[in-house]
């Protein structure tokens, strides 16, 4: 057999692969901590799970439109408006299953031999994955520990050129629990308002998970590029419904017919009965959904405090997301190195910061989705492990 050649430049998920070797130790009778992957320890609420399966046994078991069943997609235009303050049609809207969908549509419709896409580094690994996958060059936006990893906008409009074809932004971040404040986004729109070639593709699957008073800044909240931003964002890390596989996409006018088609080539459309459940997700009580963040928040403080007292480590106070970020250039080890000793030897899962781009070497990735008793206990497994070797 003989694959396509881009096959071969498609990379992955290290999470997942820490997850599986994680798995394997549990089955060989070890006691694991996992703070590898990035899934909230919560039940989906009740009345989510209790709609979805009403759907079930009423009969949603048909494909739907592909953008999604309308009152999904109206209730997604009503969250929008009041998490972005802005009115879309909610015609522009389409359902995938999951957050990376969108991803993997907007990266498809842009990336080509020639082209060039921006992307977050360290950053969620599936951004460089899908560019090299395409063709396209992929162009780091470096992120620095020095600025809370916030990126530099002017550095970053430095990196726009004629073959630019996409930017992606992603906030609050993965890994590094970064958010672009509003000064950041005012300097990066005006320079993008230059480039009106560029198309601009804002990952905000963590737009619920903001802390510190900090606001969730959308692109889609500037009316001068708002034609060609698309957002991404879901029902994954807002809802504790990762498996689930629910997530929308709002795409410009200019692009929805051609969003609508990549999802006709490839999932026709989401589960109908999760869709149902995305309804009742949004407009049901919000109330686990500020559980949720609370209990997120007191973990936050709590790892971070812990990893500080780690000879070696030090970590700066993530402002979103769920994930920490130490730099543990302190210990002398390498990132990998350090993932495959915590897991092997401490039990703990987590993943290495190299995972996310080469400039993710010296840090490591905690999630903090994960009971304060066992974060406590991780840390506490991971100084006495340091301290043998
Ligand atoms: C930044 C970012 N974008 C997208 C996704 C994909 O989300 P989903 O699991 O809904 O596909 C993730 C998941 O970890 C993520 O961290």
Redesign the pocket.
């Known amino acids: 057999m003989k694959p396509a050649a881009r096959i071969a430049d498609l990379g992955t998920?290290s999470?997942f692969q820490v997850l599986a070797r994680a798995r394997r130790l549990e089955s060989e009778g070890r006691n694991i901590i996992n703070l590898g992957i990035?899934a909230p320890d919560f039940r989906t609420p009740d009345n989510v799970v209790e709609a979805g399966r009403r759907a079930l046994a009423e009969g949603h078991h048909f494909y739907t439109p592909a953008r999604g069943m309308p009152p999904l997609c109206a209730a997604v235009a009503d969250e929008i408006r009041s998490t972005r303050g802005v009115d879309v049609n909610p015609d522009h809207v389409m359902i995938v299953p999951?957050?990376?969908?969108t991803?993997f549509f907007a990266v498809l419709m842009f990336g080509e031999p020639g082209a060039e896409i921006l992307y977050p580094n360290p950053?969620?690994p599936?951004y460089e994955s899908m560019i090299r996958f395409t063709g396209a060059t992929p162009v780091p936006i470096e992120l620095r520990e020095e600025s809370g990893f916030a990126c530099d906008p002017d550095e970053v409009l430095a990196k726009i050129g004629p073959k630019t074809r996409l930017i992606i932004l992603?906030t609050p971040?993965?890994p590094t629990g970064g958010v672009l404040d509003r000064a950041t986004m005012d300097r990066l729109v005006s320079g993008l308002e230059e480039h009106p070639q560029v198309a601009i593709l804002s990952?905000e699957?963590?737009s619920r998970l903001l802390y510190d008073g900090m606001e969730h800044v959308s692109p889609l909240s500037y009316p001068s590029i708002r034609d060609r931003v698309i957002v991404?964002d879901?029902?994954?890390?807002t809802y504790s419904m990762?498996g689930w596989?629910?997530?929308w996409g709002l795409w410009p006018e200019a692009l929805i017919e051609d969003a609508e088609r990549l999802q006709i080539n490839s999932n026709s459309c989401a589960s109908a009965a999760v869709q149902v459940a995305g309804i009742e997700a949004l407009k049901g009580s919000q109330e686990p959904v500020e559980r949720m963040h609370a209990a997120f928040d007191e973990r936050r403080k709590v790892l971070v405090e812990a990893l500080n007292g780690i000879p070696g480590f030090s970590c700066v106070m993530p402002k979103g997301?769920f994930y920490a970020f130490p730099n543990i250039t302190g210990t002398g080890m390498s990132s990998k190195a350090m993932e495959t000793l915590l897991l092997e030897e401490a039990g703990v899962a987590t993943v290495a910061g190299t995972a996310f781009g080469e400039l993710g070497e010296g840090f490591l990735r905690f999630s903090y989705a994960d009971s304060l008793e066992n974060l406590r206990e991780a840390v506490e497994r991971v100084q006495a492990c340091l301290q043998t070797v």
């Open positions: 998920e999470a990035g999951g957050g990376k969908p991803l950053g969620f599936i992603n971040a993965n990952d699957i963590y991404l879901g029902w994954s890390k990762t596989r629910l997530g997301a």
